[in-house]
């Protein structure tokens, strides 16, 4: 099991900046993947980004240039550096990550989420 725990949303103008955090707990030896969702009013949940154990980022879009994600030096930690900010980037934030086991040369991924932060840009 993998418990995560997300710091960092808050209320900022566009153009502002945030800084999120998740810290990954438990069995996180066999960490593959972490990173980020959000869901606006209305709207599914979507990808933001997320950081492989090799380091490897991938991003939407919508996000490219303005948000950085990285991990911390126990790589059981990750960051989402939100800059530029734009009303459409409101949204509950979730942190995801992905364990991913191989048994008798069967992988399987097991997916586990954070609770979600609030993140309001508004003018």
């Known amino acids: 099991q993998i418990q995560l725990a997300e710091s960092g949303g808050g209320l900022v103008q566009p153009g502002g900046s945030l800084r999120l955090s998740c810290a990954a707990s438990?069995?996180?030896?066999?960490?593959?993947?972490m990173g980020w969702y959000r869901q606006a009013p209305g709207k599914e949940r979507e990808l933001v980004g997320n950081?492989?154990?090799?380091?490897?980022?991938n991003y939407a879009d919508s996000v490219k240039g303005r948000f950085t994600i990285s991990r911390g030096n126990a790589k059981n930690t990750v960051y989402l550096q939100m800059n530029s900010l734009k009303p459409e980037d409101t949204a509950v934030y979730y942190c995801?990550?992905?364990?991913?086991?191989?048994?008798?040369?069967?992988?399987?991924?097991?997916?586990?989420w954070g609770q979600g932060t609030q993140v309001t840009v508004f003018s």
């Open positions: 438990g069995t996180i030896f066999s960490l593959y993947l």
């Open positions: 995801y990550a992905v364990r991913r086991t191989v048994v008798t040369g069967t992988q399987k991924d097991y997916d586990y």
């Open positions: 950081i492989t154990s090799a380091d490897i980022t």
